[in-house]
Nanobody
Framework: QVQLEESGGGPVQAGGSLSLSCEAS????????MGWYRQGPGEQRDLVAQ???????NYADSVKGRFTISRINAMNTVYLQMSSLKPEDSAVYYC????????????????WGQGIQVTVSS
């Protein structure tokens, strides 16, 4: 199986910066994409940023220009640098990893970290 270890997060004042990191380990044959999602109280889990193996990146419109996602492929690690944080960025942030355990049929995985709280105070 694949495990995701998340770190970073915490409280910060509006306008401040925070970094999140996520390292995937375990039975990984090939990683397809890694990314970050967030979920506020009573809300659905939404994409924040995602990076695929080829380097393609998607950002939510609300974070473009403020958040930067990066990845070290060899280490199966993804980072999220967040700046100019706003109170509406407060949420639990979840790391996601999609890929394959092996080269055959039925080898795909789609795993989630346990989540990190980010709280931005005004």
């Amino acid at each position: 199986q694949v495990q995701l270890e998340e770190s970073g997060g915490g409280p910060v004042q509006a306008g401040g910066s925070l970094s999140l990191s996520c390292e995937a380990s375990g039975s990984i044959y090939a990683m397809v994409a890694m990314g970050w999602y967030r979920q506020g109280p009573g809300e659905q889990r939404d994409l924040v940023a995602q990076i695929n193996r080829g380097g393609g990146i998607n950002y939510a419109d609300s974070v473009k220009g403020r958040f930067t996602i990066s990845r070290i492929n060899a280490m199966n690690t993804v980072y999220l640098q967040m700046s100019s944080l706003k109170p509406e960025d407060s949420a639990v942030y979840y790391c996601n990893a999609r890929g394959y355990h092996c080269s055959g049929y039925g080898c795909s995985f789609d795993e989630w970290g346990q989540g990190i709280q980010v709280t931005v105070s005004s």
